[in-house]
T-cell receptor, first 115, second 107 residues
Framework: DTGVSQNPRHKITKRGQNVTFRCDPI?????LYWYRQTLGQGPEFLTY????????KSRLLSDRFSAERPKGSFSTLEIQRTEQGDSAMYLC?????????????FGQGTRLTVV | KNEVEQSPQNLTAQEGEFITINCSYS?????LHWLQQHPGGGIVSLFM???GKKKHGRLIATINIQEKHSSLHITASHPRDSAVYIC?????????FGTGTSLTVIP
């Protein structure tokens, strides 16, 4: 296992289209996080999972956004009816079970451009 | 007010200079992370620390829990160090991030 993997790395879509991103965490990690980073800003929390349970969602996650982690392994983040304001880097991170004071492992991110 | 504040926002240095980036936080933490992000790239974790000091090559990270402050130092800076450096803290079930310091090292 070489770390957290995100696909695709880049996505360009037309406004109004739906997009889905995938994150494969480090295999023994049961916590998985999604963040969004816009230009010139630090990452902002979107949601996190412990195993397959989605435990917390940010108010940034509007009803057009949905995240799943059906088997407690990989996760998907879907954006419906994309808007230009959704253009950002979407980052995934994972951590060891129940341990917050461990090193954070981040994926390379998916850069979304909505045109 | 952000839970994590970084300074400076932008920094330009000549190759070989000693660089310091500062981070202050306002929440209780279990750990503080220094992250590096190259243009168009993902994030790489440089350090995780909860006390004291850590060193890796030319990078040194320190934390003062009482003052809720951390610093990242780069000795003998090099153009390949040019990147955005982000401070993040683990608090409760979340990470909180600073807005990053954009470092440019000129040859």
């Amino acid at each position: 296992d070489t770390g957290v993997s995100q696909n695709p790395r880049h996505k360009i879509t037309k406004r109004g289209q739906n997009v889905t991103f995938r994150c494969d965490p480090i295999s023994e990690h049961n916590r998985l996080y999604w963040y969004r980073q816009t230009l010139g800003q630090g990452p902002e929390f979107l949601t996190y999972f412990q195993n397959e349970a989605q435990l917390e969602k940010s108010r940034l996650l509007s009803d057009r956004f949905s995240a799943e982690r059906p088997k407690g392994s990989f996760s998907t983040l879907e954006i419906q009816r994309t808007e230009q304001g959704d253009s950002a880097m979407y980052l995934c991170a994972s951590s060891f079970p129940g341990q917050m004071n461990t090193e954070a492992f981040f994926g390379q991110g998916t850069r979304l451009t909505v045109v | 007010k952000n839970e994590v504040e970084q300074s400076p926002q932008n920094l330009t240095a000549q190759e070989g200079e000693f660089i310091t980036i500062n981070c202050s936080y306002s929440v209780g933490i279990s750990a503080l992370h220094w992250l590096q992000q190259h243009p168009g790239g993902g994030i790489v974790s440089l350090f995780m620390l909860s006390s004291g000091k850590k060193k890796h090559g030319r990078l040194i990270a320190t934390i003062n829990i009482q003052e809720k402050h951390s610093s990242l130092h780069i000795t003998a800076s090099h153009p390949r160090d040019s990147a955005v450096y982000i401070c993040a803290v683990s608090s409760g079930n979340q990470f909180y991030f600073g807005t990053g310091t954009s470092l440019t090292v000129i040859p």
